[in-house]
């Protein structure tokens, strides 16, 4: 039965490493050269699918991890054939399930081969369970055109030229930079087209980033073609390369307080000078310089920017002389506040000195 804690990170080493193997056999790894640190992130992602769906597993046509790879195997062999055909393929293994746990499994099986939210409403058992944006699978598509189409709607490549060129691509460019300077919280997320979608008010934007590098990596390594294209599996993990860049000891701590496992993970891509090589997250990234390079957005950002040091110590000196100025004034008008009460005290004492002289006879007078 599906498990609500399965713990597939937690498996002992060659079982992590047939699990891998099986989704990327092209890789051949041994237990030499399988790291476990990088696909921590990948098997939890596995283990929190699994469990939130644990109660729903009589709508699936599999209770554990072996049938999804399975899928996944019919996924590769069969990826010229629409929804429709897969499911009628794969049922001939399943005649006494319904359609829709048949199509459902086998939207599992792509969401967790591809690392994209792959979950159409009318088959969700679970709505809502995750954060992540869901994408549908018309029936009369293969896997691969349904992601193409998706990229194409929600990425667009219209940053302008002027954009492009005012912004030249330098080390201040990094996601400790953005979250530090531009107030940005980072959100992970486990579903490829939502990387780098951006969302909230100034001083409180959201930006979500895909954490699964590995999975980037090894889909582009196969010498077969995958579901995603190769472009877009190739840009996603330079952009990544790009935010989080290697042998920047502030990247790695931010990345290890994360508790993100990628920073090791490496293609060899130099990182580039600008944002001409970019095509569908290039918009995005436009969008994050424009908002780095640019003034300030909110009050705790303007006194914290560094970025123009001249500015940021004009800023606090005006501050600061402020604060003197106005501790000095308060302090002179305390002074002068005493020194007006004395002199009221004193001018009343004279007025009723004069006023017992003229009448001795009022009582006040008298007490004296």
């Known amino acids: ?40 992130d990948l098997l939890n992602y596995f283990s929190r699918v699994f469990a939130a769906l644990h109660q729903h597993g009589q709508n699936f046509v599999f209770q554990d991890l ?38 459902r499994s086998i939207e599992l099986a792509a969401r967790l081969w591809t690392g994209i939210s792959i979950s159409s409403k009318t088959l969700e058992v679970v709505p809502n369970w995750s954060r992540d944006s869901h994408i549908g699978w018309p029936t009369q598509m293969t896997l691969a055109k349904a992601i193409e189409e998706t990229i194409a709607g929600r990425f667009s ?26 107030r940005f919280h980072i959100q992970w997320t486990d579903n490829l087209t939502d990387h780098l979608r951006t969302k909230g008010d ?3 934007r959201i930006l979500s980033i ?54 090791s993970v490496s293609f060899g891509n130099s990182r580039p000078d600008d944002l001409s090589a970019f095509v569908h997250w290039r918009y995005n990234l436009a969008f994050l310089m424009q908002i780095l390079h640019g003034p300030p957005e909110t009050v705790t ?37 005493i020194k007006s009460y004395r002199v009221a005290f004193d001018s009343y004492d004279l007025a009723l000195a004069a006023a017992c002289e003229e009448f001795p006879l009022l009582p006040h007078c008298q007490r004296l």
């Open 157 to 182: 490549s219209k940053a302008s030229s002027a954009t492009i060129a005012e912004f030249a691509v330098d080390e201040s460019f990094t996601a400790v930079k953005l979250k530090k300077i531009c």
């Open 210 to 263: 895909y954490r699964h590098k590995i999975l980037l990596v090894n889909h582009l390594k196969d010498p077969v073609s995958t579901a995603i294209n190769s472009t877009v599996l190739d840009e996603a993990i330079r952009t990544l390369d790009l935010l989080f860049p290697f042998g920047d000891s502030k990247t790695a701590d931010f990345l290890e307080a994360e508790g993100v496992n990628f920073y």
């Open 66 to 103: 072996e049938g999804p790879l399975d899928l996944v195997d019919d996924l590769k062999k069969h990826r010229a054939l629409t929804k429709e055909m897969l499911v009628w393929e794969v049922g001939k293994a399943h005649l006494a399930r319904s359609i829709k746990d048949i199509a």
């Open 1 to 40: 039965m599906f498990s609500r804690y399965p713990g597939f990170a937690q498996l002992p080493k060659q079982r992590q490493l047939v699990i891998v193997n099986r989704l990327w056999p092209h890789l051949g790894l041994q237990e030499n050269t399988y790291v476990p640190k990088e696909y921590v």
């Open 301 to 337: 950002q303007t006194l914290t920017d560094t970025r123009n040091l001249s500015q940021f110590a004009t800023l606090w000196v005006a501050i600061f002389g402020v604060f003197a100025l106005t501790i000095v004034f308060g302090i002179l008008t305390t002074v002068y506040s």
């Open 202 to 204: 100034r001083g409180k």
